[in-house]
T-cell receptor
Framework: DAKTTQPPSMDCAEGRAANLPCNHS???????VYWYRQIHSQGPQYIIH???NNETNEMASLIITEDRKSSTLILPHATLRDTAVYYC?????????????FGPGTSLSVIP | EPEVTQTPSHQVTQMGQEVILRCVPI?????FYWYRQILGQKVEFLVS????????KSEIFDDQFSVERPDGSNFTLKIRSTKLEDSAMYFC??????????FGPGTRLTVT
C-alpha cells in the first residue's frame, strides 16, 4: 500500500469547516483513499473512501486531486464531537479485506 | 444502526492468567478482526478471520493468542497466559464489503 503523509495536528473553530490534507504521491491507479477517525478512548470509525471522484456522505466530503497525489477530508461544520485523530489510508481492492494499517494521523482539535 | 459490541468493557487480570475477550460482530458481516492499542500508541493489527479460519496474523499474534467463532454470533480472542505488556485496548472489527471496517468500543485489558 502507498505511504501517506498528514500534518500531526490541526485546530479548527467550532462551526467552521475542517479541511484535513493528506499526501499520497506514490498512489497506484487501483488504490483507494480511505479516511478513519478515532475519538479519544473509542474504537476507530470509518468515515469515507474514494478512488478518483469526489465523494460525500452524511459525515464528510472527500476531495481527491486530479492527479490523485493528494486528497482533503472536509468536515463542513465542525463540532466539539469531531475532536479526534484522523487517519488517511491508501489501500488496493485486492487487499481491502486485509488489515487496516494506521499511521500517526492528524490530531484535530475543534475549539469553541 | 447495527454496531459491533464488545464485552467486558474493562478486564483486570493477574499476570499468567487466561483471559477471553468477546465480540459480537455485525450480523451479516463475514470478515472479522482484532486490533490492539497500547496506551499512547497507534492501533495495531493482530489477526483477521474469514470462513472459520485465520486469514492473516501479525508478529504480535504469537502462540499465546487464539481466536474462535464458537457460534454464529460471537468472535473471541483468548490470551492464554497474560503478560504485563498485554495491557492495552483491544478492538474487534468486522466488515461485509471490501471497503470499510466497523470497530467496536474496545475492551481495556489491565494485567497486574
Amino acid at each position: 500500500d502507498a505511504k501517506t503523509t498528514q500534518p500531526p495536528s490541526m485546530d479548527c473553530a467550532e462551526g467552521r469547516a475542517a479541511n484535513l490534507p493528506c499526501n499520497h504521491s506514490t498512489i497506484s491507479g487501483n488504490e483507494y483513499v480511505y479516511w478513519y477517525r478515532q475519538i479519544h478512548s473509542q474504537g476507530p470509525q470509518y468515515i469515507i473512501h474514494g478512488l478518483k471522484n469526489n465523494e460525500t456522505n452524511e459525515m464528510a466530503s472527500l476531495i481527491i486531486t486530479e492527479d490523485r497525489k493528494s486528497s482533503t477530508l472536509i468536515l463542513p461544520h465542525a463540532t466539539l464531537r469531531d475532536t479526534a485523530v484522523y487517519y488517511c489510508i491508501v489501500r488496493a481492492p485486492e487487499t481491502s479485506y486485509d488489515k487496516v494499517i494506521f499511521g500517526p494521523g492528524t490530531s484535530l482539535s475543534v475549539i469553541p | 444502526e447495527p454496531e459491533v459490541t464488545q464485552t467486558p468493557s474493562h478486564q483486570v487480570t493477574q499476570m499468567g492468567q487466561e483471559v477471553i475477550l468477546r465480540c459480537v460482530p455485525i450480523s451479516n458481516h463475514l470478515y472479522f478482526y482484532w486490533y490492539r492499542q497500547i496506551l499512547g500508541q497507534k492501533v495495531e493489527f493482530l489477526v483477521s478471520f474469514y470462513n472459520n479460519e485465520i486469514s492473516e496474523k501479525s508478529e504480535i499474534f504469537d502462540d499465546q493468542f487464539s481466536v474462535e467463532r464458537p457460534d454464529g454470533s460471537n468472535f473471541t480472542l483468548k490470551i492464554r497466559s497474560t503478560k504485563l505488556e498485554d495491557s492495552a485496548m483491544y478492538f474487534c472489527a468486522s466488515s461485509q464489503t471490501a471497503y470499510e471496517q466497523y470497530f467496536g468500543p474496545g475492551t481495556r485489558l489491565t494485567v497486574t
